[in-house]
């Protein structure tokens, strides 16, 4: 059987650091792949105005799975000036590569686990009955709508007559009606019947095939009437196909207020993609916060797997790093269940299992430490330590 090409794309800041530490683990495990470096990220924003490049575009095309580590990303008018000046007025507009690689490739399913490991100190705890300790094992995965919605990019500052008169055509928009165009910013949340299909039918069939009792859309129809309520009655629609599993329905402010109350209760959840980035960071947060939350951007025929955290580039430069690995291990792990290497995948997260629950070795946010070279006199390992101490298990 020949190998995998798998395309990395270790991006920026700490995604540099957590990548390397990632394919020693999968090595490790017995993955035997070709690795395929690409280019991503700020750097090449600053010396080339493109920071998701032609040619990496082209081998995602060709080689269909990537690991991405990172991103940074700045408000737009820090963007410009980090440009090299050979590159000023030519009218080049910064915008988020993973967001344009998603697009480019219509990765429109985003699958978040927020699942607990035992003895994780990070883990949420509660008061139960009788002032007693209660820790709730959570075992929800988000599925998360990946290219529409409020981060479509359909946006204006300044909206030209044509699109001021569609507004105007609203009788809502008469609120807006006094206000200089030069004052207004318009940020369009665009849902499609075939994506919610799509996100939707995929959060049924994964509930189905890991046995999950539940499929929670977590919107706000009450208010949102059309997206929202789009992606609600798309819900009641494909459920009738899964008789076996319960489809409910939440408002996302809600759904965040009994984050803390039962979140042992939420299997798999459906969002637009805002809602949907918002609830999984709230359900990474119970579970161990970003050093543990994986994800997978999934279309028909390319898949990208990455971390949830940002690049952090403060701890980039620190020698050695002092980051959690772990979220970047788990999104290979997705990758491998993608591939159809599951007991590789299985055998990794086991052995996440075992490390986090003996305890002996620890992150600096395992140990609630603030991050700095400090961390490692305090106790905290290092990223390629805890790359080695999941190593030594498998």
Not at 21 to 33: S, W
Not at 260 to 274: F, H, L, Q, R, S
Request: proline residues 6%; glycine residues 8%.
């Amino acid at each position: 059987m020949s190998k995998r090409t798998i395309v990395t794309m270790p991006g920026d800041g700490i995604g540099k650091v957590v990548l390397p530490a990632t394919l020693r683990v999968l090595d490790k495990v017995g993955f035997e792949a070709d690795y395929v470096h690409a280019d991503i990220g700020w750097e090449f924003w600053c010396k080339e105005g493109n920071p998701l490049p032609d040619r990496t575009i082209d081998l995602l095309a060709k080689h269909k799975i990537g690991l991405f580590g990172a991103i940074t990303s700045k408000p737009k008018a820090e963007t410009v000036k980090e440009l090299d000046p050979s590159l000023l007025d030519k009218g080049l507009v910064y915008y988020s590569p993973i967001v344009a690689m998603r697009q480019k490739f219509n990765l429109d399913i985003c699958i978040r686990p927020c699942r607990s490991f035992a003895n994780n100190p990070l883990n949420f705890i509660r008061r139960g009955p009788g002032d007693t300790i209660e820790e709730p094992m959570v075992d929800t995965v988000i599925f998360r709508q990946n290219t529409e919605g409020l981060y479509g990019g359909v946006e204006w500052t300044d909206p030209p007559k044509n699109v001021l008169d569609a507004l105007n055509s609203h009788p809502k928009f008469k609120n807006f009606a006094d206000t200089p165009p030069a004052e207004l910013a318009v940020s369009t949340r665009i849902f499609t019947q075939k994506a919610c299909d799509r996100i939707v039918g995929g959060a049924f069939e994964y509930a189905k095939k890991f046995g999950y009792k539940s499929v929670t859309i977590c919107e706000k129809p009450n208010v949102i009437r059309e997206t929202s309520g789009m992606m609600l009655a798309t819900g009641y629609r494909i459920q009738k196909d899964y008789p076996g599993i319960e489809v409910w329905n939440t408002n996302i402010d809600a759904q965040m207020m009994w984050l803390t109350k039962n979140p042992e209760d939420y299997g798999v959840i459906v969002a637009g993609n805002m809602f949907g980035d918002i609830v999984s960071d709230g359900f990474a947060g119970l579970v161990g916060g970003l050093g543990f939350a994986c994800s997978a951007n999934i279309g028909e025929e390319v898949a990208v797997f990455e971390p949830t955290h940002g690049s952090a580039p403060k701890y980039e430069h620190l020698d050695p790093s002092i980051v959690n690995p772990i979220a970047m291990v788990l999104s290979a792990c997705m990758m491998l269940d993608h591939i159809g290497e599951t007991e590789k995948a299985e055998k990794i997260r086991t052995a996440i299992a075992e490390v986090v629950k003996e305890g002996k070795v620890r992150s600096y946010d395992m140990l609630k430490l603030r991050g700095g070279p400090d961390a490692l006199n305090q106790g905290a390992v290092s990223t390629d330590k805890m790359a080695d101490a999941i190593i030594e298990k498998l």
